[in-house]
């Protein structure tokens, strides 16, 4: 049974280009969630998705992050410009809704802005 | 500003001495709390939570205690393996969320000594 799985595991990239995260979530699940894990800040969430609909995005630094999620299998974190300072390790993480049921992480997304 | 806080980066306990791992957090609304595990190169996994309303919960070796006056919480790991050698985030749930949205730590690293 696949858990939650995150492409590209590993992304390098120079400052000013467009970085596009993808997730797909546990077959099922119906929330979705973005964290950034930096040494500074631990893991801080940047915003979940509930039934495919953005419910809490206070966590996104700025304007130039954007995320999506289209369908229930499928959600993108996208970064444009990209800066050195978003250098960290990305988890996608899904769970069935309902009071704080287990999160399921995925592998993350190493990224890496020159 | 952190509400939920570790002090303590990192951890280092002789192989089969017990490990305690403590986590503060300032928020008097939370009311359900959780540990994660992550080891390297892959994303955090849920080890153990508790309730408010308890103050104790065990599972095989790990236990969580909870103080609620304190506001204090900590993972007691009995007795240490090598495999327990991981960074622990804990992590609480304010219940005026209404939603899954829950509030990580900095973490903890953990190495367990042969």
């Known amino acids: 049974d696949a858990g939650v799985i995150q492409s590209p595991r590993h992304e390098v990239t120079e400052m000013g280009q467009e970085v596009t995260l993808r997730c797909k979530p546990i077959s099922g699940h119906n929330s979705l969630f973005w964290y950034r894990q930096t040494m500074m800040r631990g893991l801080e969430l940047l915003i979940y998705f509930n039934n495919n609909v953005p419910i809490d995005d206070s966590g996104m630094p700025e304007d130039r992050f954007s995320a999506k999620m289209p369908n229930a299998s499928f959600s993108t974190l996208k970064i444009q410009p990209s800066e050195p300072r978003d250098s960290a390790v990305y988890f996608c993480?899904?769970?069935?809704?309902?009071?704080?049921?287990?999160?399921?992480f995925g592998p993350g997304t190493r990224l890496t802005v020159l | 500003d952190q509400q939920v806080k570790q002090n303590s980066p990192s951890l280092s306990v002789q192989e089969g001495r017990i490990s305690i791992l403590n986590c503060d957090y300032t928020n008097s609304m939370f009311d359900y709390f959780l540990w994660y595990k992550k080891y390297p190169a892959e994303g955090p996994t849920f080890l153990i939570s508790i309730s408010s309303i308890k103050d104790k919960n065990e599972d095989g070796r790990f236990t969580v205690f909870l103080n609620k006056s304190a506001k204090h919480l900590s993972l007691h790991i009995v007795p240490s393996q090598p495999g327990d050698s991981a960074v622990y985030f804990c992590?609480?749930?304010?219940?005026?969320?209404?939603?899954?949205?829950?509030?990580f730590g900095k973490g903890t690293r953990l190495h367990i000594l042969p």
């Open positions: 993480a899904s769970t069935l809704a309902g009071t704080y049921n287990e999160q399921f």
């Open positions: 992590a609480a749930g304010d219940p005026m969320n209404r939603d899954d949205k829950i509030i």
